[in-house]
């Protein structure tokens, strides 16, 4: 059997300068890079999200960025096609593709596959979620752990997105989820992956994140958020639900102050880095850095391994 070809990934929790990584390899090296991160997906949605600045996609061809409207469905198998397409596009012009970004199961569903699970279901899940406003988080959680202990313990408390797809594969096909994935292992993987995770200590990624969440204010949250919301797009759509939208929507309809809306978004984004972190710290595929600086000298070798040239020649 061929060996899987090579591919490059720079992963990391929120805020730990992964675009800034891929910027520094940029100015040595022939990469363009193929974004894992399942907000930078959506247009309009730039502020929030972090995307990186329109000069700095002019100098580094980014892709997988703005490919979808904010009330389209968007997931890791279509991710995963897309991203494969793109690499391909990109090793065909020469130039060497890195996936970067800190969405875990867009990066796993890209190197290892997808379990065969069921397509979701809208009627099943609207069950599900009128039993959650019926019987409470709780009972679904309950059930769950009846039907399938084994996924249930692997899913964080009030986690309705998970606990829902679980019972919806459950009911679709009759099978445990836990056993759907047993079986898939995910122990093949599609490339041969270098996987370089930027992981500081947890004291910095929360000083940055909160950092972060500043200079989102001062950059045009608010005006980002009306705008949104002046297209018509829903604040119930899931991606209206993430860290910093829904704070800011409870905010512009009055119901907290600015300072309590960005506690809130500082609160919320640093819980989502521990559960980044939990998930990466799990990757015996990662190869872990404590920073931008010491992860660039191993991805440039490896980036230099990549060439078909002895040494990559600087951008112009």
């Excluded at 040595?28 to 991160?37: L, Q, R, T």
């Excluded at 020469?94 to 997808?114: H, M, N, Q």
């Excluded at 972190?277 to 191993?298: G, L």
Aim: charge should be positive; include cysteine.
């Amino acid at each position: 059997m061929a060996r899987p070809e090579a591919l490059i990934v720079i992963t990391g929790p929120t805020a730990v300068g992964k675009t800034r990584l891929v910027l520094e390899l940029s100015k040595n090296h022939y990469i363009e890079v193929i974004s894992a991160d399942s907000m930078q997906v959506y247009r309009y949605m730039d502020i929030a999200t972090a995307k990186p600045e329109p000069e700095q996609i002019a100098s580094l061809p980014h892709h997988l960025i703005d490919i979808v409207n904010p009330d389209e469905e968007f997931h890791a198998a279509k991710f995963a096609a897309m991203a494969k397409e793109r690499i391909r596009e990109v090793k065909a012009r020469d130039r060497i593709p890195v996936v970067a970004g800190g969405t875990g199961l867009y990066i796993k569903a890209l190197i290892y596959g997808l379990a065969p699970a069921p397509a979701r279901s809208e009627h099943l899940r609207n069950a599900l979620r009128s039993i959650i406003t019926r019987r409470g988080m709780a009972y679904l959680e309950s059930m769950l752990q009846r039907l399938d202990p084994d996924a249930a313990s692997n899913i964080r408390k009030n986690d309705a997105v998970r606990i829902i797809r679980s019972l919806e594969i459950i009911f679709l096909t009759g099978y445990k989820t836990s056993s759907i994935y047993a079986a898939h292992s995910f122990h093949t993987p599609l490339y041969n992956a270098k996987i370089a995770c930027i992981m500081p200590e947890r004291d910095l990624i929360f000083q940055n994140i909160e950092g972060r969440t500043s200079k989102m204010i001062k950059q045009g949250l608010l005006d980002e958020t009306r705008r949104l919301l002046d297209m018509g797009y829903s604040p119930e759509l899931r991606s209206m639900q993430t860290l910093a939208y829904k704070h800011v929507i409870s905010h512009l309809n009055s119901e907290i102050t600015l300072d309590e809306a960005v506690g809130l978004i500082q609160r919320d984004t640093k819980r989502y880095a521990k559960r980044q972190i939990t998930w990466m710290k799990r990757r015996s595929d990662h190869v872990f850095f404590d920073s931008v600086d010491q992860a660039f000298k191993s991805v440039a070798t490896w980036l230099y391994e990549e060439s078909e040239i002895p040494f990559s020649v600087p951008r112009h």
